[in-house]
């Protein structure tokens, strides 16, 4: 029988001690999570436009520049950007949506890999850094930061999008999104998994970027008032100096 414990995680302490998946555990999260990331953009298109046209306001003032995205999912951010004038990276943990991305952006040089630890890249190679509701899962957030700040060039570019999760506004609108869907098809509660993703909150995050990176821009959205409870996402874009 499945385990639905749900973990109680310290806040602001890293790395994050979150109970492993067992084998049963991680065919449920790598099958649910490429299939919302399938479904996200045909039914949720307000959001999607915000998680995906953020990173484009602020780019490189190049002609031609290097972006690196990490936690790149099955590609959906792709869809979006214009490669034609970048040499575009990504960094995915899951093989099967690794797989997804090479079968549909071929012209994208695509690794499997955990963005915690050493990413295989050389020093200050990017102009450009993207991070798509990502920073949220990750156990060892401040390794992840750093080797972000390693690979960006001096002057160059990270771009952000979290949830406002914990948030009352963000916990309504899983109820009606993600949590029915994982419900229908897994007939199981939905707090196990979702526990075991989000574990870092928008403070914790915002408080280790600011430590490292000048910011740019924060945007709330839909009601951009600077309220984490009131909104659904944040972008932030930040500057290596």
Known sequence: MIDTTVPRLTRFRWPKA???????????SDDFMRHWHEVLPNRYGAIERFNHG??????????????LEIGAGVGSHLAFEDLSRQDYYCVELRQNMADAIAERFPQVT??????????PYDSER?????????????????????EVKRVLKPGGLFSIVLPCDPGLAY?????????????????????WLIRREHINSPQE???LLDDRFEELDRTYWPLHIPLANMNLCIGTTRVKR
Not at 18 to 28: G, H, K, M, N
Not at 126 to 146: A, Q, T, Y
């Open 126 to 146: 990017f102009d450009r850094v993207i991070v798509v509701h990502v920073l949220e899962h990750l156990p060892d957030l401040p390794g992840c930061l750093d």
């Open 205 to 207: 995050i915002l408080s």
């Open 171 to 191: 916990e309504i609108a899983r109820k009606i999104s993600a949590e029915r869907i994982f419900k229908k098809r897994y007939k199981m509660p939905y707090g």
């Open 18 to 28: 979150v109970p492993p998946l067992d084998a049963e555990q991680r065919r449920i």
């Open 54 to 67: 953020y990173s484009l306001r602020f780019l490189p003032n190049q002609t031609h520049f290097k972006t």
């Open 110 to 119: 695509t690794t499997v890999g955990d963005c915690q630890r050493d990413l």
